[in-house]
């Protein structure tokens, strides 16, 4: 929706480390719980679906962009993540 259109033309690395930084399940207390029948957990699993779908759509292009992108910080970023899951 808003995160796949925008990212067409938003700068790559911030679009990137923006899409990383929310890729963690849905906090309840700051997303209040939908007006429909659905379950926070299958909100939330839409939302993730969402943000990795729009990581793949960035990482398709990569090849095309790798100039304008600064890998170091996203990478930096990712091992970040991943230390924090450890």
Known sequence: MFLTLEQD???????????I?????LDP???PYPLTNESFATRN??????VVKCLIK?????QSTIYD??????LQLILQRIHMYL
Not at 69 to 74: A, C, E, P, S
């Open 58 to 62: 960035l990482t398709k292009v990569i």
């Open 9 to 19: 033309n938003a700068e790559r690395t911030s679009s990137s480390v923006v899409l």
């Open 29 to 31: 207390d700051r997303w």
């Open 69 to 74: 992108v600064d890998l170091d910080r996203i």
């Open 45 to 50: 699993m839409k939302f993730l679906d969402l």
């Open 21 to 25: 930084n929310i890729l963690k399940p």
